[in-house]
């Protein structure tokens, strides 16, 4: 299992780089690893490379396959080099995050309803997948950590301060 980095951990803002060599056996083991990590983390539905204590992280993310939020799929797939080729509609629906403390915040930023995502398996062969609704939000989700954005980024300041302060205060109570 790899750490998940917590918010306001600086190498969150960190872009993730482009894999190129996919016979790289280092590469295979870290996604191994966040495989491993996705699937030991209680209530986790997503990892993005960006999120775990890696050095030079690159652009992968693994999610559990949903159909929607209440029917988790025993498969999980591992998504390298995404990105959204198309989006549809919009919708508001609460968020949460392995890397930022306090559970489900219900402040969230809009999402779209549906996209399609392009990306390449761990052998380095391209697929789309379509998600709606919380899978949707879910690929979002995690395409923003590949890009250095956590969900709270996307708020209005003065939504983003009341989730910092609860959060400074979770972990004073954490420390003492």
């Known amino acids: ?8 951990d600086s190498r969150l803002g960190i872009k993730a780089d482009t894999v190129v060599d996919f016979s790289d056996k280092a590469l295979q083991q870290v996604i191994d690893d966040m495989l491993e990590t996705l699937h030991n983390t209680e209530n986790c539905a ?7 204590n890696i ?7 693994v999610i559990y396959d949903y159909k929607d939020k209440e029917n988790r799929k025993p498969a999980s797939l591992c998504l390298v080099n995404p990105e959204i080729i198309a989006r549809e509609g919009e919708f508001l629906e609460p968020e949460a995050c392995m890397s930022v403390q306090g559970g489900v915040y219900e402040i969230v930023p809009a999402r779209s309803f549906k996209v399609t995502v392009r990306a390449q398996d761990r052998f380095g ?3 789309e997948i379509v998600g709606e609704g919380y899978m949707a939000k879910l690929l979002q ?10 969900f709270i980024d996307r708020l209005s300041r003065l939504k983003r301060q009341r989730i910092d ?10 420390n003492s």
């Open 1 to 8: 299992m790899i750490d998940i980095l917590q918010y306001p």
């Open 55 to 61: 050095p030079h992280p690159k652009r992968i993310t």
């Open 165 to 174: 302060k609860k959060i400074s205060k979770l972990i004073k109570r954490k």
């Open 46 to 52: 997503g990892l993005a490379a960006t999120q775990l």
């Open 141 to 150: 989700h995690e395409l923003d950590h590949l890009d250095g954005v956590i």
């Open 125 to 127: 062969n391209f697929f």
